[in-house]
């Protein structure tokens, strides 16, 4: 069986510090407002699958499989957790889509979500660690920002990048994020205001950075034929790639290229029967502002080392060419890491259904996510189509 498979609702809190609000809370949000969004009660759902990075360390919780379905009320249906670092959302929604491409499902929802500021920032730094080799990286204190402070060395380096054009992404998506009003940050800044923020890793700065997050977000999908029968406008998964790279960076051939996301971009072009010229819009793992430079390169919307001016030059801005992050990606949307790779796929779904607002692409026939977990060990890939 090879089913199509379509994305029929879409539910998504508000990405931010949310104190006020628990993990549970934060899921069965998201969840209800998928559900009510596309038309359909709990009990008509076959499965659940769920990414999350480490509730264990963040909230001293395991088996959130078994928790989600308990308080979204929708016991006994099968439930899964998902985890891949930052990429644990985007693998939630392929191992859902799977689900269904096999014909094991009918309805399923694929989704996400993680609470990170209920600890001290020296907690979460340790934890979002647990992604990066323990043994050559994190055991001598090296740290995600770290990391990729490396990679942009190295990128500035080899093709001549500048800070300037690292802070231009970050400008760039603070103007995407202030016309999302699910964005953690909804304003704008400058240049200078990035470049004059404070030193986290040399070259990379505080604004260079996406934010500790809570939040969640949550798919439905559904079969070919269950989308025509209960949504009027669905949103088609035309292609999914998923590859593996390294854990360490020492390890692979290049700092600038994260074969991942070569990788896992090549299969889902293929799967969809079109190459990067035919996509209209992009979200993007800017983790990091290089980490979006290293993206746009590798899933060939530019050339490799290009990425800073092809930036600079306002070809990934809302009236660009290939506009990127609409949403304002992860640098200002909010990273919950586990809810990331989901939320993308739901501006995806708001771009091609014409509902994301002041930031709406028209005339799209194909958006692309990229998800990420780590330094690059996992890429996802997905193309949407209307």
């Known amino acids: ?122 907690k979460t730094t340790g934890a979002l660690a647990t992604a990066a080799d323990q043994e050559w990286e994190a055991g001598f204190g090296a740290t995600f920002p770290g990391l990729y402070a490396m990679i942009a060395r190295r990128h500035m380096h080899e093709f001549g990048t500048t800070e300037e054009q690292l802070a231009s992404v970050s400008v760039k998506n603070h103007y995407n994020g202030s016309k999302n009003p699910k964005a953690q940050f909804q304003n704008e800044i400058t240049i200078d205001d990035v470049l004059s923020s404070p030193m986290v890793a040399d070259p990379l700065k505080l604004f260079d950075c996406s934010p500790v997050s809570d939040g969640a977000a949550a798919l439905v999908l559904a079969s070919a034929e269950k989308a025509k029968e209960l949504c009027e406008n669905p949103v088609w998964i035309a292609g999914s790639g998923q590859a593996s790279d390294t854990l360490a960076l020492h390890s692979r051939k290049s700092l600038t290229t994260l074969n991942a996301t070569v990788e896992a971009g090549r299969q889902a072009y293929k799967q969809a029967g079109i190459t990067s010229k035919d996509i209209g819009a992009a979200e993007v793992h800017d983790c990091f502002t290089i980490a979006e430079l290293c993206a746009i390169e590798d899933l060939g919307f530019c050339e490799k080392g290009d990425g800073g001016k092809f930036t600079e030059q306002g070809e990934t801005g809302l009236k660009g060419s290939i506009p990127v992050n609409t949403s304002g990606g992860l640098k200002t949307k909010g990273h919950p890491v586990g809810a990331t790779g989901i939320a993308q796929a739901i501006e995806a779904s708001l771009q091609l259904r014409g509902e994301a607002g002041d930031r709406q692409i028209d005339d799209l026939e194909y958006v692309l996510t990229h998800n990420v977990g780590g330094s690059g060990g996992t890429a996802a890939v997905h193309i949407f189509s209307r």
């Open 1 to 122: 069986m090879n089913q199509e498979v379509a994305i029929i609702g879409i539910g998504m809190t508000k990405f931010g510090e949310l104190w006020n609000r628990s993990f549970r809370q934060l899921f069965v949000e998201a969840g209800s407002e998928a559900l009510e969004d596309a038309g359909i009660k709990s009990e008509e759902i076959g499965a659940l699958f769920g990414g999350n990075m480490s509730a264990g360390q963040f909230i001293g919780q395991e088996h959130l499989a078994s928790l989600i379905m308990d308080h979204s009320n929708m016991t006994p249906q099968p439930a899964t957790r998902v985890e891949a670092a930052c990429a644990s959302g985007g693998l939630a929604l392929r191992t859902a889509y799977m689900s269904i491409k096999s014909g094991m499902h009918d309805v399923v929802i694929a989704a996400g979500a993680e609470k990170m500021t209920d600890v001290l920032p020296s």
